[in-house]
């Protein structure tokens, strides 16, 4: 069966909205994250949220499925996937690093997933890297790469071609995919790096595989390292 492919449009197009929507719910629990922490409750007191954001994030990726086209497998090959896998392990690199006060904005509050004994609450680990590693990246891509970058480009964006997009719609997107980021210069490498898999490729799944490594890696990282901030 070939798969649904709604007409291209405006921004409150069907097709933009599929994309956009999954973005929103997601950019929709920070602010209640947000909004609780002002009201004082603590990290320890929202972290179950979490959990709540990933799953809504899915409802909503699921539901509106048969609008990606996108993500029809269509196998990557070896080298893709190798490439795929070192450009997520070279921005994991980069992530850590990329750290100094100039490079950040505001303070992050982190994922601290220990009980108050100091024990770690693996059942916590094992939902925020999965829904970082799993879920995170599909949603991103779907916006950042598939819609937004070929929609600056040109409105009428599902047939426009990842190898098409020009310098200005791919710097916009670099920009705006770093400073959503407390770490906006390593947000920017990372934004770029995932652009040019996609562009060069025409694969959506190369910048997937590779955001996934990158979050994936990151997640154990923090785990083994003790540094939450950088949840």
Known sequence: MKPYIPTAGPAGSAPAQARIIPFAVYLFFIF?????????????????L????????????????RAYAELAW????????????????AVFVLWVSLDAGWMQVGSAAGF???????????????LRI???????PVMEELFWRSFLLRWLHAPDFLPVRAAAVGVKALAITVL??????????AGM???????????????????????G???GVLGVWIVVTGNWHYW
């Open 189 to 211: 490498v990372a934004g770029l790096a995932y652009s040019l898999l996609y562009m060069r490729s025409g694969n959506l799944w190369t910048a997937i595989v590779a955001h």
């Open 74 to 89: 269509r196998g990557m090959g070896a080298s893709a996937m190798a490439a795929s896998v070192a450009a997520g392990l």
């Open 32 to 48: 209640v994250a947000d909004v609780l922490a002002r009201l004082g409750y603590s990290a320890e007191q929202t972290r179950w």
């Open 213 to 215: 490594t990158t979050n």
């Open 130 to 136: 999965a829904g970082a590693a799993l879920v995170v």
């Open 112 to 126: 601290d997933p220990r009980y108050p004994s100091g024990a770690v609450n693996w059942g916590l680990v094992a």
């Open 176 to 185: 705006l995919f770093g400073f959503e980021h407390n770490l906006w210069l």
């Open 50 to 65: 979490y959990a709540v954001k990933i799953t809504a994030v899915l409802a909503a990726l699921v539901l509106y499925r």
